[in-house]
C-alpha cells in the first residue's frame, strides 16, 4: 500500500516522515520524495483510526496526504521539477518537458493541462519560480558570485537570471543579495 504526500521536498523531509511513522510503530517498506509505502504490512488500506492520526501527524508538519489522482499527479510533476533543478548542471540533461513526461511517464501536453487547471499557473512559470528561490538561496548565503550561480541553476547568462528575477521579485539580485533578509524567501514546498 502507498500513501502520497504533499509537500516532502528534500532529504530532510523524508527524516522527519520516517519518524512520524517511527513514534507512531507503523512498519513501511521505504519512504521517498511524496510517497510512503508500506509495503504488505496492513493490506488495503490503514485502520481509519491509524490514518486520521497519521495525517494529523503529518499535518503537523507541513505535509498532507493526498487523497486523489490529480493532486498526487500534480505532486509528481513538482517532485520532477525540483529532481530537475538539483541536477541541472548535469551536461547532458533533458529538457525539462522530457524530464517531467519520463519522470510521471505521461505525455507532456496532458501533464500541462491538468497542472495549469488545478494551480492556476503552467509548469513552466512554477520552475521559473523555483529557480528563482534556489537563486535567493545561494545569494542569501553570498559564496558564489552572481555567474556561479547562474550556471549552478541553469541560466545561459548573468542577464537572463537577473532579468527573469527582477521579474519575479521586483528586485535585482545584488539589491535582494545586499538585503540579507530571508523574510524574502519562500519555503519551496509553498510554491
Known sequence: MKIYVKNMVCDRCNM????????????????????????DHYGANLADDQQKALSDALEHLGFSIL????????????IACLNYIQNIENPDKKILSEHISSAVNLEYNYLSHIFSAVEGITIEQYFIRLRVEKVKELLVYGELTLGEIAFQVGYSSVAHLSGQFKKITGLTPSHF??????????SIDKL
Open 67 to 78: 487523497s486523489d489522482k490529480k493532486s498526487k499527479l500534480i505532486g509528481d510533476i513538482k
Open 16 to 39: 522527519m516522515v520516517k519518524d512520524v511513522l517511527e513514534n507512531m510503530n507503523l512498519s513501511y517498506a521505504s519512504v521517498d520524495l511524496g510517497e510512503i509505502d508500506l509495503g
Open 177 to 186: 543579495r545586499s538585503l540579507k533578509d530571508q523574510k524574502l524567501r519562500y
